[in-house]
């Protein structure tokens, strides 16, 4: 098995209507770098942001998380600096995030 297989994907997902706050620059200058800054000690190998297309009530945003593995992503979301990544999400959003982890199909 090599690295690559043993990775895990977390996406992280904001649904509103497009008239919903939500700050792209502060999003991807800041919070991202936040959030890699927090957990890449514990196995966080890279954070992606997507805005999809959209005009209607929907998706606004997503972001990738990829881990070294499973056991990455419990420390990452159970420890000490995940209170401060979950404190920023005001800063750019009145959006409640939600964590889905990607399986393969």
């Not at 959030?35 to 209607?56: D, T």
Request: proline share 4%; aromatic share 12%; charged share 20%.
């Amino acid at each position: 098995m090599s690295d690559n297989d043993m990775r895990v994907s977390v996406y992280v997902t904001y649904v509103g209507v497009p008239s919903d706050r939500f700050d792209r620059a502060y999003y991807e200058e800041t919070h991202l770098s936040l959030v890699m800054r927090a957990w890449e000690k514990y196995g966080l190998l890279g954070a992606s942001a997507f805005f999809p297309s959209v005009g209607h009530a929907g998706t606004l945003a997503i972001c990738e998380c990829v881990f070294r593995d499973e056991a990455a992503i419990q420390a990452a979301f159970t420890s000490e600096e995940a209170a401060s990544v979950m404190a920023d999400v005001v800063m750019f959003t009145d959006l409640s995030p939600a964590r889905v982890r990607v399986a393969p199909l």
